[in-house]
C-alpha cells in the first residue's frame, strides 16, 4: 500500500483542482450580478430566471453532458464558431470541462449570494446610496463584507461540486490522460481495471480533502456568526 | 424653499389608498410628520430620498429633483437619512461609517465630539447600545453637509431618558448645520421640542398643518386642561363610579355619577379636562 502511494499519480488531482479553482472563479464573475438582480428583482421574469438557474442541480448529469456535446461540437453551429474563429475546440478538451462545469456548478454559486444578499438589512444598502455610493460600490463595500459566511458557502461549495462531478466531465471531456483525467474519473477507470489499491487511495485523499474543506467552511461560519452575534 | 407635489398608489393595510401631497417647506425648518402609521409618512419620506418612485415633482431651491422628464437618483440628492434600525455598516468602526460617506476627519471628530461618542469612534456598531448606535447613524447623515436631513421614528427605540438626550443633539446639529430636517414621529413632547410645523397626514392627505401649538394643545373653549387617554376600567362604589384612564404612563382615576358613567364602554377613547383656575406645577 505504501509503494502504491509513492508511485501514486498525482496528476488526476492537480487536473480536478486547476479545473475547480478556474470554474470558481469565472463563476465568482458571472453569478455575482446575476445573484444581485435576482436578490433585488421584483419583475415577474424572476422566477423564470431562478428555475433555470436551478436546473442543473436537478438535471441528471448525462442530459447535461448530452446537450453541452449537442451545443460545442464542431457539427454545430456555436461549435463551429469558436473552432473557426478563435481556432479552440470545445469538447474532449480541458476548455469543454470548464464551460460545462460552469454550468453545472451554476446553482451551487449563484443561491448562496442570492440568499446572503437577500439576508441584507434593506436600509442598510439604501443608506450607502444615500451617502452617494454607486451599485458597485454599495456591493463590494457594503454588502459582500457583511455576508462572508454566504460568500465562502458559495466560493467552496462550487469548488468543491466542481472538483466531486463525474458525469458531465465524462460525457464532455472524456478521460484524457493529462487533459480530461480528472480525479473522479479517474477513479472510476480504477474500478473498471480493477486495480482497487490506487482506487482505494484516490477514494481516500477525495474523502479526506473534501471533509477538511467542509470543516473549514462550518468552522469559519461559526466563528463569525459569533462575531457579528447573529445566533 | 422646497416645494414638494407629488402622488403614489400605495397598497396599505386597509386597502388602497392615494398618497396625494402638496407641501412647502422654508429653507432651516424643522418639520415633524405626525399621523396613524399607514397614513403614508414613512413613503413620503422615502419619495424625498429618491429611495420609492412617485408621480409629480420635487424641488428643492432651484433645483429639479423630480419632474415630468427627470428623477434623481438617491446618490445625487445630497441628503442625509437616519433610519428606525440606525442601518449602520456593520463591517466598519464608529469612524470608518462616517468617513464612508466623506472622507472629512476634522467633521467627523467634530460630530463624535458634539454626541460625545469620541472615545468610542474605534469599537465596531454591534458593541454600542441603541442610543450610541442611533447617534452615530445622525453624525453620518450629517457627514455630507446635508440640505434636507430626513428621520424616520430616529428615536422610537429608545427609552424617555436617552429620548431626551438625542433630542437636545438632534436640536443642536440641525442648527449648527441649517438643515431642513423633516422627522416622522409619534411622541407629543418630541415634536413640541423640536419642530417649528407639525404637518399630519390621514389617509395619505395632510389633515392638519401648523405650529406645534396649533396642532398639538387639544385644549378649546373655557378648559384649561385636556388629556386623552384610554378608559381601563369602571369601579362602581356605592354612589360614584371611579373611572381609570391610562393618558400616556400614567394611570389617573376620576370620579363620575353613575348617570355619567352609564354611556362609557371600557376601552374607548376619553378626554379627561377640567376648569383648572390654579394649576399646581410640584418639581419631580
Given at each position: ?46 422566477p423564470f ?14 442530459v ?23 481556432g479552440?475546440?470545445?469538447v ?39 451617502a ?39 460525457m ?22 480493477m ?18 474543506v ?18 | ?107 467627523a ?77 409619534h ?23 401648523g ?5 398639538l ?68
Amino acid at each position: 500500500m505504501l509503494e502504491a502511494l509513492m508511485h501514486l499519480e498525482f496528476e488526476p488531482f492537480v487536473l480536478s483542482f486547476k479545473l475547480a479553482g478556474i470554474t470558481t472563479l469565472i463563476l465568482f464573475a458571472l453569478s455575482l450580478p446575476l445573484s444581485w438582480y435576482l436578490s433585488q428583482s421584483k419583475s415577474k421574469s424572476k422566477p423564470f430566471l431562478e428555475a433555470l438557474t436551478a436546473l442543473p442541480i436537478v438535471l441528471p448529469p448525462s442530459v447535461l453532458g448530452f446537450y453541452i456535446l449537442v451545443v460545442l461540437s464542431h457539427n454545430s453551429p456555436v461549435g463551429a464558431f469558436f473552432d473557426e474563429y478563435f481556432g479552440i475546440k470545445m469538447v474532449f478538451n480541458f476548455t469543454g470541462l470548464v464551460v460545462a462545469s460552469c454550468f453545472y456548478s451554476l446553482p451551487f454559486m449563484v443561491q448562496p449570494l442570492q440568499g446572503g444578499f437577500e439576508s441584507l438589512n434593506k436600509n442598510m444598502l439604501e443608506a450607502s446610496y444615500i451617502a452617494g455610493k454607486s451599485k458597485l460600490e454599495t456591493i463590494f463595500r457594503v454588502a459582500l463584507p457583511n455576508m462572508k459566511p454566504a460568500l465562502l458557502t458559495a466560493l467552496i461549495i462550487t469548488f468543491a461540486h466542481t472538483v466531486g462531478e463525474f458525469g458531465v466531465v465524462l460525457m464532455v471531456g472524456g478521460s484524457i490522460e493529462g487533459e480530461t483525467k480528472v480525479a473522479s474519473v479517474a477513479i472510476y477507470e480504477m474500478v473498471e481495471i480493477m486495480d482497487y489499491t490506487t482506487a482505494h487511495l484516490y477514494s481516500g485523499i477525495m474523502v479526506i480533502i473534501s471533509f477538511l474543506v467542509l470543516l473549514g467552511v462550518y468552522l469559519f461560519n461559526h466563528s463569525q456568526n459569533k462575531k457579528i452575534g447573529k445566533f | 424653499m422646497m416645494a414638494i407635489n407629488i402622488n403614489k398608489k400605495l397598497h396599505g393595510s386597509s386597502g388602497e389608498m392615494l398618497l396625494d401631497i402638496d407641501l412647502h417647506i422654508k429653507e432651516g425648518d424643522f418639520v415633524a410628520l405626525a399621523g396613524e402609521s399607514g397614513s403614508g409618512k414613512t413613503t413620503l419620506l422615502r419619495i424625498l430620498a429618491g429611495l420609492e418612485e412617485a408621480k409629480g415633482s420635487i424641488k428643492v431651491a432651484n433645483e429639479s429633483w423630480q419632474d415630468a422628464k427627470i428623477c434623481l437618483k438617491p446618490q445625487s440628492r445630497g441628503i442625509g437619512f437616519v433610519f428606525q434600525d440606525y442601518a449602520l455598516f456593520p463591517n466598519m468602526t464608529i469612524e470608518e461609517n462616517l468617513l464612508f460617506v466623506a472622507k472629512d476627519k476634522a467633521l467627523a471628530s467634530h460630530l463624535l465630539e458634539v454626541t460625545g461618542l469620541e472615545s468610542l469612534k474605534d469599537r465596531m456598531p454591534n458593541t454600542l447600545s441603541g442610543g450610541q448606535q442611533q447617534r452615530v447613524s445622525l453624525c453620518r447623515a450629517l457627514m455630507n453637509r446635508p440640505k434636507l436631513l430626513l428621520m424616520d421614528e430616529p428615536l422610537s427605540a429608545l427609552d424617555p431618558a436617552m429620548r431626551t438626550k438625542l433630542q437636545h443633539e438632534i436640536l443642536a446639529l440641525h442648527k449648527e448645520f441649517g438643515t431642513t430636517t423633516i422627522m416622522v414621529s409619534h411622541d407629543p413632547s418630541e415634536i413640541y421640542r423640536l419642530a417649528n410645523r407639525v404637518v399630519v397626514l390621514k389617509q395619505g392627505k395632510i389633515s392638519k398643518d401648523g405650529s406645534a401649538k396649533e396642532v398639538l394643545l387639544q385644549t378649546s373653549g373655557s378648559q384649561k386642561f385636556t388629556f386623552e387617554g384610554e378608559l381601563l376600567d369602571l369601579l362602581t362604589s356605592d354612589v360614584v363610579t371611579i373611572a381609570v384612564v391610562a393618558i400616556g404612563q400614567q394611570l389617573v382615576e376620576v370620579v363620575l355619577t353613575q348617570s355619567q358613567s352609564q354611556s362609557l364602554v371600557v376601552g374607548q377613547r376619553v378626554r379627561v379636562s377640567t376648569k383648572a383656575f390654579a394649576p399646581i406645577l410640584t418639581q419631580e
